[in-house]
């Protein structure tokens, strides 16, 4: 078998109008098993076009995706789902919670996907909120949770499936810089403990809590490598403001 | 995703915004209750009309004569009747004329204008089960004999309006004036109805031979009056006979004789029209039934608008909650999930709203009853009426609400089914 996360030459291209934006240039990748990996880039290099692809919300355009040997575009949607479900745990900025639902729901929701029956899913809901250190507030609403705390929530209900990749876009871009590493030392954690992480983030000193940096530009990867290596922080000079809308062909 | 735990759901999202939910479910309260009343109250008229059927008996026929209609003084006679019994006594138990009297009653100087004057025989009373062919009974006093017919005396037997407001009680012996003639009270009717002007206790029972004749001067000082002269302005007889069969199942054959009886003479089946009382009551059911349809159809036209306010709100839900159906998207949620869980919150709405309906439906039903009940007993001479719901009727209104909030919700939730996940995820 080969790699849990496989792109080859992706590209991914959105028709504005006359306009074809490449969001993913040709990108090919590949991610193994416990790996801790950080897609860095400027704003609108194509990180998140990435992530919602290897997050399976997203096809290409052209290329393929591979996760865990399967091909994702061959999917219909409650396959994908089914996918997303098994495989998948996101972290997204904005946190993401249902603010309807308590903590403990909030985490229980993809067990309840996966047709888990009530004690079980409660159990590992229950489970995942300790690694995050929240067991105590199962019964709190989002809204009754700081940032920080809310962040740690949908880092327990990404966890409580246990996926094989959890996938996190921009995880402390709304926290203080404090909470911020807190936050990302969870990750940190929880990829020490076993699990593979996918974290996206513009901000180098991040990237650099990770093992191995993906450095995009105008939907290209133009680094790949070691995060302790010091050109994996090194922005190149000749991204502008063009570099901000992608690369545009007409 | 279970139904429970779509149901739980959809009561909470409910919960969190009372207000608006109430407002959704409304139309189909306010449908919902219509129906119930409507078919309470038809349940209750229904149920009153059997009574009243049970009461007068199976086996009355009611014969009316209109007469040939061609001038011709061709007439059915009684005493043709009472042959016709006398011939078929395994089918015609009882034969009484009856003439419905145009004039007024007058006492102390006031007219009772409402008052129903009957011309009958003495048949109408049947001595051995103490009440009349039509279900009256004597209070006290006696009804009127062979000989009170025959000799055309002037005697009557009145209900207890008359017997009681307006002769002030102890009525027998008392003499109050119809069409200017002097009647002595005979006997006193039980009390049928609530007793007031107008209603069926303010009615009395004179020989029909006598009424002929009221009818007769009547016509007489009307054709005077209106300068014509010469004729009395045809015959004066009988308006129609009250017939009963010797039981309830000899009615049909009982009507196809009296029927061959007036043809031979009239040669005309207009000129009469008999009617046996299961067929009047069919008929009656019948309108009843016809009028519930009717009325129920138009309410139900408050449900049509109520499953459309219900997926207007749902659309809006839908919108709303776009993010929040990306999520779950996100975490794996397949299309029947986010599908069920919007139909279920569809039908749950109008399953509330129809419940809610079903109360008020039964409030308002037995309100309506306790208001209108005395006034119907009296308009149809006694019996209960109870406006309540069949359970039937309680069940179909339930299923068609629940049915309405699912048919509705199936749109605005295929839509949130639909959504693309990402598109989904970033909508602000
Ligand atoms: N749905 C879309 N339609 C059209 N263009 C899109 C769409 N989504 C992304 N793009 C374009 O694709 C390019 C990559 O966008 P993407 O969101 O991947 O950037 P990003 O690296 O995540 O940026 P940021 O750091 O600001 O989040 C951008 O030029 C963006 O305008
Ligand atoms: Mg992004």
Known sequence: ?????????????????????????????????????????????????????IGCLDVPTSGSYHLEGIDVSTLDDDQQAVIRNKLLGFVFQQYNLIPKLNVLENVELPLLYAGLPAGERRQRAV????????????????????????????????????PSVILADEPTGALDSHTGREVLGFLQKLNAEGDTVVLITHDNSIAVRAKRIVRLQDGRVIYDGD???????????????????????? | MNFSQAFKLAVKSLRTSKMRAFLTMLGIVIGVAAVIVIISLGHGMEGMMNQQFDKLGANLIQVRIYGAGDGSTRTVSPEDLYALAKKYPQYISGVSPYVISQTKVRFNGEDYQHTSIYGVSEILFNSDKGHTIDGESLREGRFLQYIDVSRHQ????????????????????????????????????NKSADSAEGSQDDQLYIPYSNAIRINAAAAADKAAAAGITGGTGGTYSVDGYLVTSTDR??????????ENRLFRTFQDTDAYFVVTASEMMDSMNAMVGTMMVVLVAIAAISLLVGGIGIMNIMLVSVTERTREIGIRKSLGAKRRDIRSQFIIEAGTTSAIGGLLGILLGILLASAAGMAIGGYMSAQMGGGTFNAVPTPAAIGVSFGVSVGIGILFGYLPANKAAKLNPIDALRYE
Do not use: W
């Open chain 1, 1 to 53: 078998m080969g790699h849990l996360i496989e792109f080859r030459d992706v590209y991914k291209i959105y028709q504005m109008g006359t306009e074809a934006v490449h969001a993913l240039d040709g990108v090919s990748l590949a991610i193994d098993q416990g790996e801790f990996v950080a897609i860095v880039g400027q704003s609108g290099s194509g990180k998140s076009t990435a992530m919602n692809i």
């Open chain 1, 127 to 162: 489970q995942a909120l300790e690694r995050v250190s929240l067991a105590d507030k199962i019964r709190n609403l989002p809204s009754q949770l700081s940032g920080g705390q809310q962040q740690r929530v949908s880092i327990a209900r990404a966890l409580a499936g246990h």
């Open chain 1, 227 to 250: 995060a302790s290596d010091p050109r994996a922080v090194v922005q190149p000079a000749d991204s502008g403001a063009g570099a901000d809308a992608g690369e545009v062909r007409i």
């Open chain 2, 154 to 189: 002037n005697v009557c037997v009145v209900g207890t309006f008359l017997a009681d407001q307006v002769l002030g009680g102890d009525a027998l012996g008392k003499t109050l004036s119809i069409g200017g003639v002097p009647y002595t009270v005979i006997g006193v009717l």
């Open chain 2, 249 to 258: 199942n000899t009615a049909a054959a009982a009507k196809g004789l009296i």
